[in-house]
């Protein structure tokens, strides 16, 4: 039976060396190597021909969402398993969308990272529970807080820098009509300001 190929990439040396110690005891994973960030790590995957990559998020040089991605153009054979300490959507969301086969937290018990690269190396999603929470929340968010077509063209004016006066008198309807489909927009999109609101639309893709 071929042995999972598995490369640590962290920018703690303590954390590297632990994670060796303790998947190197197992009969069936072999650690080809470590890197200290998200560069290392892209030339290194290339020379060890590593199946899985055990990859942290916020580390110098280059960091993990970036990593990822140019992990996934260059080899998509090749499966990225996040471990991080941080969950929160802004490291969640990009780390899933750059190709990350799962995405776990470093206070996971070494039983369920063991069982996370082996499942990883079989081309299996590992989520931790609140990550999966987060998705599936996101996932669910776009669709509850779907833009009318008015209100979308309400944004597309502000995005492109109108005034409330601006464009009521594009739309031929009245100021007041334009303020109440903003406040709309701004509970729909979970936002407070035309800034925030914008921003939020390029991000989900609505602009």
Request: glycine share 8%; proline share 4%.
């Amino acid at each position: 039976m071929s042995r999972i190929r598995l490369l640590i990439v962290d920018d703690h040396p303590i954390v590297r060396n632990g994670l060796a110690v303790a998947f190197g005891a197992e009969p069936d994973i072999e650690v080809v190597g470590e890197a200290a960030n998200g560069l290392e790590a892209v030339e290194l995957a290339a020379r060890v021909a590593a199946d899985v990559v055990l990859m942290d998020l916020r580390m110098p040089e280059l960091d993990g969402v970036r990593a990822i991605r140019r992990l996934r153009e260059q080899h998509p054979e090749l499966r990225v398993l996040v471990l991080t300490t941080f969950d929160t959507d802004s490291d969640v969301l990009p780390a899933i969308e750059a190709g990350a086969t799962g995405y776990l937290l470093k206070d996971a018990p070494p039983e369920e990272l063991l069982k996370a690269v082996r499942a990883a190396s079989r081309g299996e999603s590992v989520l931790a529970p609140t990550v999966a929470g987060r998705l599936i929340g996101q996932v669910r968010k776009p669709a509850r807080g779907a833009l009318s077509k008015r209100e979308l063209e309400v944004l597309t004016l502000v995005a492109g820098g109108a005034t409330n006066r601006e464009a009521a008198r594009r739309l031929f309807i009245s100021e007041a009509s334009i303020k109440t489909h903003l406040l709309h927009i701004y509970a729909k999109l979970d936002v407070r300001d035309r800034a925030a609101a914008v921003g939020e639309a390029y991000r989900r893709g609505l602009l």
